[in-house]
């Protein structure tokens, strides 16, 4: 995947120009809305069940990403954001692969915030590597599509150089960044109330 394909151009091109504001599509209220909602619990479900069941994943619990927020509350939260940008934006990306990539994009397995942790090899620089190391980690317990390790290696565009190259990357990447300012700024407090696994 060495350039977006001519569909991928167009789509994005069409929410960048703003046809539908991403304001307008998201608001803390609907993080609430969309885990109560059996539909997105079921996407969910479906295409990341043996993430959410696996034993390494389970252990996102136990890391603190944003405030009082869980590694694994927050992979959930982008999850849910991007399948609502997904589906109101009509970009028409894979869902099971937007699903998977979400998911996993922060599977670092270690806390970030301890610079002695196991894993933790950046320390001062846990933004810029963290992809890779949660790239490494998730190919090596998942079988992943080439999309879905586009998504977790560039998730953190434009902080890492490499540019997403699909439109599920680029969905991940805006979900991301608008879970990670509501957690950051604590008006998303986190505690996911549903068990997925």
């Not at 939260?77 to 940008?85: D, E, F, K, P, T």
Request: proline share 3%.
């Amino acid at each position: 995947m060495h350039s977006l394909i001519s569909d991928d151009k167009d789509i994005l091109g069409r929410v960048m120009d703003g046809e539908e504001s991403v304001s307008d599509i998201l608001d803390p209220e609907l993080l609430d809305q969309m885990e109560r909602s059996e539909e997105y619990r079921s996407i969910l479900r479906r295409h990341g069940e043996d993430i959410l069941s696996s034993q390494n994943y389970q252990r996102l619990k136990s890391f603190i990403q944003h405030g009082n927020v869980t590694v694994y509350e927050h992979c959930i939260h982008v999850a849910l954001c991007a399948i609502r940008l997904n589906e109101k934006l009509s970009i028409r990306g894979k869902r099971r692969e937007l699903v998977r990539g979400a998911l996993l994009h922060d599977y670092f397995l270690y806390d970030w915030h301890n610079a002695d942790a196991p894993g933790n090899i950046h320390p001062k620089l846990h933004g810029f590597y963290h992809p890779g190391i949660a790239l490494k980690n998730a190919t090596r317990d998942f079988a992943l599509s080439e999309r879905e390790k586009d998504i977790i290696g560039k998730h953190m565009w434009p902080l890492t150089v490499k540019v997403p190259m699909c439109r599920e990357a680029w969905v991940v990447c805006m979900a991301d960044k608008y879970a990670s300012t509501l957690e950051t700024l604590r008006i998303r407090k986190g505690k996911i109330r549903v068990d997925y696994a």
